[in-house]
């Protein structure tokens, strides 16, 4: 079952900050999240264990809620370069099976 | 550099037609995946290999199905192509390893007509 991601799509101007939300109705192992530009392939931006734990790339961060079954990503200072749809995918377990969201599209504009 | 390289970029196929769409990996991957992307609804499983011959249904497995003979290479089949299956089709492969990333291929843009 696909996990839910929130907003559908956002609009920034550069240098502002934005979350993208992502839930799931079941406990989850993991959450991935990916970027995509388009027209190309989606790529790793990161991957967060159950444990809640919090991590960090460069000015975009992401943390995940266990017991919450949810996990957000924190663009901070945004560039243009951000631009593009961004997918959470999840693992309810350690099968390497993935199940991504539908996705969020963010738009910075200068 | 990993590289997962799918066959076509751009395929236009006719209603009823049997379809293969390939995936090969360099890297020597147990995971492969098949997905799904269509406007607003994301990313959706199809079909998950962990390893040769072994395969799992995603999400949406209705139409379609996989071949894994070989490590490297990914098929998925489409028996009798059908105009609702007309999307882009990703194909990813992922290493063992608790926090192991996916790594995707360009995609296959498919049209039946």
């Known amino acids: 079952q696909q996990p839910v991601q929130s907003p559908q799509a956002v609009i920034l101007r550069e240098g502002e900050d934005a979350v993208i939300n992502c839930s799931s109705s079941?406990?989850?192992?993991?959450v991935h999240w990916y970027r995509q530009k388009h027209g190309e392939a989606p790529v790793f931006l990161m991957i967060?264990?159950?444990?809640?734990e919090q991590k960090g790339h460069d000015k975009i961060s992401a943390s995940f809620n266990e017991k919450k079954q949810q996990s957000s990503l924190y663009l901070t200072a945004s560039q243009l370069s951000y631009s593009g749809t961004y997918f959470c995918g999840t693992e309810m377990d350690s099968s390497y099976k993935l199940i991504f969201g539908s996705g969020t599209r963010l738009l910075v504009r200068p | 550099d990993v590289k997962v390289t799918q066959s076509s970029r751009y395929l236009v196929k006719r209603t009823g037609e049997k379809v293969f769409l390939e995936c090969v990996q360099d890297?020597?991957?147990?995971?492969m995946f098949w997905y799904r992307q269509d406007p607003g609804l994301g990313l959706r499983l199809i079909y998950f290999?962990?390893?040769?011959?072994?395969?799992e249904k995603g999400d949406i497995p209705e139409g379609y199905s996989v071949s894994r003979e070989k490590k490297e290479r990914f098929s998925l089949i489409l028996e009798s192509a059908s105009t609702n299956q007309t999307s882009m089709y990703l194909c990813?492969?992922?290493?063992?390893?608790?926090?192991?990333?996916?790594?995707f291929g360009q995609g296959t843009r498919l049209t039946v007509v």
């Open positions: 967060l264990l159950k444990g809640g």
């Open positions: 079941k406990a989850l192992y993991s």
């Open positions: 990813a492969s992922r290493p063992l390893g608790g926090n192991t990333e996916a790594f």
């Open positions: 890297m020597d991957h147990e995971n």
């Open positions: 290999s962990y390893d040769v011959k072994m395969k």
